[in-house]
């Protein structure tokens, strides 16, 4: 059972380059951030003909989330029900596994746009909520994965340059003890689980040629609960995409589940 997430940064832009890639990496469950798009917007059909099922969560220029699967999603949850919120950042829905369901949350965290702002707070509240609402959902759902763009680099080792982006937003401490009390749980980070080679990093900025120097962060993350933990058998970044012409600015990071 493969679960991918992907920060598409605009779902009408980047359509073709989405169904391109699940046909050549037909995994079970896609989840998509900043879709940028409202509900009536969605491209429903273009999943159908591929043979896929669709849940999603829009809103207009900014935001916006969306499951694609390959068996449709049951208990369908659209946002934090413990955080009232008008932004689309987090969907959650069940699909079956040999092991049992599978609880599967995209979330699109907030960016925070520098530690003196209010998004910054509303960044750190949100959150608090994530984690309280989290608690609960692992009690209900004990096989239980959380992908998407948490906008945290949780270690140096996730920054290309720790002392240029030291204490920045996305490396804050505040945001990585937030990051850590998500792991305390009993969540853990797939990528993490295993010994890397190559480049850590998920998102490059547009700017700066970042992406040719390798001057990235690992921001995009697939967090299993302990019952996912001892079948996940393998969690790999693919690059390619963010080499193509006008693509996200982040990459597809894939976690693997083995049940036999």
């Known amino acids: 059972m493969k679960l991918t997430t992907w920060n598409v940064n605009s779902l009408n832009v980047r359509l073709p380059q989405v169904l391109d890639w699940l046909a050549a990496n037909p995994v ?3 989840c998509l951030q900043e879709l940028k798009l409202p509900d009536e917007r ?10 896929y099922h669709s849940h999603w969560a829009g ?6 989330v969306a499951l694609i699967s390959r068996e449709p999603g049951t208990d369908v949850q659209r946002n934090l029900p413990n955080y009232e919120d008008p932004q689309q950042r987090l969907l959650a829905a069940t699909y079956p ?6 609880r599967v949350i995209c979330a699109y965290c907030p960016n925070g746009q520098s530690l ?14 994530l984690h309280d609402w989290l608690e609960k959902e692992l009690q209900q759902y004990p096989r239980l994965a959380i992908l998407g763009d948490y906008n945290i680099a949780p270690a140096d080792q996730d920054v290309h340059d720790p002392a240029k982006w030291a204490d920045d937003v996305l490396v804050s401490p505040p945001e990585r003890a937030a990051f850590e009390r998500l792991l305390a749980l009993g969540l853990h980070d797939a990528y993490r689980l295993f010994e890397q080679s190559g480049s850590p990093f998920t998102w490059w900025d547009y700017r700066r040629f970042a992406f040719r120097r390798d001057a990235g962060l690992r921001i995009d993350h697939a967090l299993l609960s302990d019952a996912l933990k001892t079948r996940c058998s393998a ?3 693919d690059r390619e995409p963010r080499a193509n012409e006008q693509p ?10 083995s049940f036999t």
């Open 59 to 64: 809103q207009k220029t900014y935001n916006g």
């Open 116 to 129: 003196e702002s209010e998004k910054y707070s509303y960044k750190l509240e949100w959150f608090a909520a």
């Open 42 to 51: 969605f491209p429903l059909e273009a999943f159908q003909e591929m043979g």
């Open 235 to 237: 969690c790999d970044i």
């Open 28 to 30: 079970d469950v896609l």
């Open 97 to 102: 596994s040999p092991d049992g369901p599978v």
């Open 248 to 257: 996200s600015d982040h990459a597809p990071v894939t976690a693997t589940l």
